[in-house]
């Protein structure tokens, strides 16, 4: 495998921009120690469009080389080539066959990689949380890391690893169990963390 090229300039550059905003904002950060190179990166809770700044600059401010999962419509024209530049990999949702088999392609081929994905897929409140990030993981062979952005503590960054064992209940429940201490921008729209079966559209 290969690792990923990355532009130092620009991430030092995003990274000090990042803290710079964050800082004033009230914002803090927390990690836990995560051993593999490539794991699939949760962005959770989602009930706002501030989740996604608020989250980019978080997971910038603390280091991570990361790229994102967004839908195929944010990368049209001029916006295209920044949401790129900062790391976005276009999806098509609407195509369910490939997702999963598309992502687990770029882990096989490098052998550093890190990839977020918003697991509820929408910023309205969903019934369950679509699958793909999770055989995404199981299927590659790597963990699952949980990050948050907790608006109760203004405390955003990496809060547990799961690596995927089969037992999806299990391991869902461990993620369930996480995720009810963490409170989004509008709790309201924060749904059941559990998944949708394996035939549908991750």
């Known amino acids: 495998m290969k690792k990923v090229k990355i532009n130092r300039s620009r991430c030092s ?4 921009i ?3 905003i964050l800082k004033p904002m009230g914002w803090k950060t927390r990690i836990v ?3 593999s190179a490539r794991y699939v990166l949760i962005g959770a809770p989602h009930t706002s469009n501030w ?3 608020i989250g980019y600059m978080v997971m910038t401010s603390i280091g991570l080389n990361f790229n994102w999962v967004g839908k195929h419509t944010l990368f049209r024209g001029p916006l295209g080539i920044l949401m790129k530049w900062l790391g976005g990999i276009p999806v098509n949702r609407n195509i369910s066959s490939n997702f999963v088999e598309q992502v687990i392609s770029y882990f096989r081929q490098y052998d550093e990689l890190i990839v ?9 409140r969903t019934e369950r949380w679509k699958s793909g990030f999770y055989y995404i993981a199981l299927e590659a062979g790597i963990p699952v890391v949980l990050g948050f952005l907790d608006y ?4 955003g960054g990496l809060g547990a690893v799961v690596n995927p064992s089969g037992d ?7 993620m369930r169990n996480f995720y009810a201490g963490v409170r989004a921008k509008y709790p309201e729209k924060f ?9 549908v559209s991750p």
């Open 33 to 35: 120690p995560i051993e």
């Open 13 to 16: 550059l995003l990274r000090l």
């Open 152 to 155: 109760a503590t203004k405390t």
């Open 168 to 174: 999806v209940h299990k391991d869902l429940e461990i």
């Open 51 to 53: 989740d996604f700044v």
């Open 116 to 124: 977020a994905i918003a697991p509820e897929g929408t910023r309205k």
């Open 191 to 199: 749904g059941e963390v559990t998944i949708s079966p394996r035939t």
């Open 18 to 20: 990042c803290r710079s």
